[in-house]
Each structure stands twice: as C-alpha cells, then as structure tokens.
C-alpha cells in the first residue's frame, strides 16, 4: 500500500465486528455458543448497579443528565461540564456531526486519515460532503494530516482516530494540539475520535479542549466500560459549539438507566485503575499466545485490543470460526487480523485449545 493513498469514497455496506448472527447462520453454531473477540469492546464490563425503576417509568430529569455531564467531564478531566455533549452511543455523532456542523461553517473538503473506522467515511459523504480517505502508514500518518492542513483551503475538515482502529497508532496530545492550532490557524476543523483512548487518559486532548476552539473530540463510554449494550457516547468541545450540539442532539436523548450507569461508571477511579492494570496484563498474554501458537506477527494494538500481520490471517479466522471464536478481518488488507480478548478463564482456555489445534495442523 502506498504511504499517501487517496482513495475515493463509494456509498457501500461496512461489515463490522460483533455480528454473531450473520456468523452463526454461516456455520451452523447457534449464537449463544460464540466466542466473540471481533471487537474492541472490554469483555469484563463495568457492574451494573440495580437501577431505580423510576428510571424506567419516567422521562430522565434535567438534573440527571447535568449529574452525567458532571461525572464525564471530571472523568475527561475537562474544564467544565459545558464542554460535554452526551448523546446515544458515539456512532449517533458520527452520524450526526456532518450534517450539524456544515450548519456552523462552510465545509470545502474532508480528509479522513486512514485506514480506519468506516462509519466516518460514509457518513460524511452520505451528508453530501466531498471527502478522501487519505490511506497511510500509521509512522506517517501525523505527518500527512499536517501536510493536508498546511496547504488546506478554508473550510477543510481532517477526521483522524487515535489511537487508530484498527492499527492502534497514537499520536501524543502535545502533537494533536500543534495539529488542531494549525486547523485554527487555517480556518478548518479537527475531529478527533478517541473511542480506544481511556486505557491512556494521560495522551488525550480533552483537558486542553479550551485552547482548541476548532477540534471536535469523541468519546466512547461503551468499549472501555464494556458496555456497548448502554448506548452512552460524549462529544467534547468548544463551550457554545456543545451548546448547539445539544440543542440539534435534543431532549431525553440519553435513557434514564444510562444516564445512572454512566454517572456511577464515571465516577468509580478503584474499578477504572484496576481494570486499565488487567487489560495491559490481557493485551501481553494474547500476544504470547498469537506468538506460540501461530506465525502471525504484532503489528499494533490498544489495551482493548490486538492487530496482528501474517499470510495466515484468513485461513486462522475461517478456522477460528470453524471452533466457535469470531475475530475480525478487514477488506483494506488481507494480511491483517484483529483480536478482541476473552473474557473469562473458560474463554482464555477455549481460545488456547483452538490455537494449538491450529498449530498441530499446520505442522503436520
């Protein structure tokens, strides 16, 4: 792949992680039966505490939400709640912002820096922007979104994830914020996706959101909480850009029984430190056992999950699929595979039986 690829953009069908349902009716095994490490989702999910049934029978109060905002910024290490912008899952703002924001400025051309996410792609175009995917190597991949700001007309948008997915490449936040001011300074916009970035809270930009008037940072609440299930995502900016965003985002937008599972999560360091020390621990044992039991090669990664190179990729997932254990591929590179970690014993020894059947097969 060459290192600065603009591919252009087609309207088509994303194939994601998770989809159990399509992989049971492919090979016969009934949906409960599955392991399922193709997402990047903490398979040891915050407690769900019991939950008020007032929650369930009325519409959440304003107070509640003002209650979640409070527990996200200071777990963001914002400078205000008013920086905050709580919606349903991050995926409704990757939805959402492009047709929010070409109402806030005039939108000449997006850059999304890729290989990455494909829901930020589509929707972009599906909102009738001009938009590239810029395909780099993750080494390069800072330097050609600055490259593309410095020569940028007014009114471009870069979209960059970090850390990327499915790479897993991080940028520190000293370097995103020379990128943002040079957004600034070109009059043109940074969206930041931070889904992955709660296992580094030191290397995100959202405490430096005050001096960034034109980035847009997203935040995912289900993947390193795990769970997804709570549709929880935040969106963190400038105070009167998240002033508009709420207005178009609505009322009663987030559930009563979310908004008291995040409020807690949020809040909860002991559960929060304890699980970023297991996840590091997860992340260093599957890749020793990738490592012994396959020839498949690290080639990047986050805390919640693994990226691994090798011309074995496809025939190890059909395998894989084969014993119950869905892991995710990707159509950008054929060579590439990503891991998801068990989540309990059990799981850890089915994925082990799995992969030395494996290694005793391709021995033979």
Not at 13 to 28: M, P, V
Request: aromatic letters at 8%; hydrophobic letters at 40%; proline letters at 7%.
């Amino acid at each position: 792949m060459a290192d600065n690829t603009v591919t252009p953009l087609k309207v088509a069908t994303i194939n994601h992680g998770g989809a159990i349902d399509a992989a049971a009716e492919k090979y016969g095994i009934p949906p409960a039966e599955w392991l399922d490490l193709s997402t990047g989702i903490n398979p040891q999910g915050y407690p769900v505490p019991k939950i008020d049934f007032a929650h369930w029978q009325r519409l959440p109060l304003a107070s509640e939400l003002d209650g979640l905002k409070r527990a996200a910024a200071h777990y963001y290490a914002l400078p205000g709640p008013d920086y905050v912008v709580c919606t349903p899952g991050t995926q409704s703002l990757i939805q959402t912002i492009p047709f929010w924001l070409k109402d806030q400025t005039a939108i000449s051309k997006v850059h999304i820096m890729g290989p990455t996410y494909g829901e930020h792609a589509r929707c972009w175009q599906r909102a009738g922007h001009d938009c590239a995917i810029d395909e780099t190597t993750p080494d390069k991949r800072l330097a050609r979104a600055t490259e593309i700001l410095t020569s940028a007309k007014s009114g471009n948008v870069v979209i960059l994830v970090n850390p990327n997915n499915p790479d897993g490449a991080m940028f520190p936040p000293t370097d995103i914020a020379d990128l943002s001011r040079l957004a600034q300074q070109r009059d043109c916009w940074l969206i930041l996706d931070e889904a992955f970035m709660d296992c580094q809270p030191d290397l995100s930009v959202c405490p430096m959101i005050e001096d960034l008037p034109r980035t847009i940072v997203l935040r995912s609440f289900g993947k390193f909480f795990g769970l997804a299930g709570a549709r929880l995502g935040c969106a963190v900016m400038a105070i009167d850009l998240a002033r508009d965003l709420a207005e178009r985002v609505g009322p009663w937008a987030i559930p009563g029984p979310t908004i008291a599972i995040g409020t807690q999560a949020f809040s909860d360091r002991i559960w929060q430190e304890e699980t970023r020390i297991r996840l590091t621990t997860d992340s260093l044992r599957l890749d020793n056992l990738i490592a012994d039991k396959t020839a498949l090669a690290l080639f990047g990664g986050t805390d919640l999950f693994r990226y691994y190179h090798g011309t074995d990729c496809q025939k190890l997932a059909e395998y894989l699929a084969q014993c119950g254990i869905l892991v995710r591929l990707f159509d950008h590179d054929r060579e590439k595979v990503r891991f998801g970690f068990p989540g309990t014993q059990q799981d850890w020894q089915n994925l082990e039986v799995a992969l030395t059947d494996w290694a005793d097969i391709q021995s033979n």
